[in-house]
């Protein structure tokens, strides 16, 4: 598995941008220099987050969301170590 993130992600699992597994690591985002943990969707490219407002919900109990426009990085929080950690746990099994 790679080291950065997707380019354009989302928490939604109807969304064609969701990746199980990208999510279960954990993604980090900094939006225009702050970390935002409140993130639904992201773009790097596109230069975009989308975050729910508030706590309204639209009528099929979505969260309402708004687009912000600005710089995006993105980094995974964990499973860089852990994938070595396990992969070294595996070889100690084998000797």
């Given at each position: 598995?790679?080291?950065?993130?997707?380019?354009?992600?989302?928490?939604?699992?109807?969304?064609?941008?969701?990746?199980?597994?990208?999510?279960?690591?954990?993604?980090?985002?900094?939006?225009?220099?702050?970390?935002?943990?409140?993130?639904?969707?992201?773009?790097?490219?596109?230069?975009?987050?989308?975050?729910?407002?508030?706590?309204?919900?639209?009528r099929?109990?979505?969260?309402?969301?708004?687009?912000?426009?600005?710089?995006v990085e993105?980094?995974?929080?964990?499973?860089?170590?852990?994938?070595?950690?396990?992969?070294?746990?595996?070889?100690?099994?084998?000797?």
């Amino acid at each position: 598995m790679t080291d950065t993130p997707p380019d354009h992600l989302s928490i939604d699992p109807r969304s064609p941008h969701f990746d199980r597994d990208a999510l279960e690591r954990g993604v980090g985002i900094r939006f225009k220099g702050n970390e935002r943990t409140d993130v639904e969707e992201y773009s790097i490219s596109e230069g975009w987050i989308r975050v729910a407002l508030g706590k309204k919900m639209d009528r099929h109990g979505r969260p309402l969301t708004i687009k912000l426009m600005g710089p995006v990085e993105a980094w995974y929080q964990s499973g860089g170590e852990a994938g070595e950690g396990d992969a070294g746990e595996q070889v100690d099994a084998d000797d």
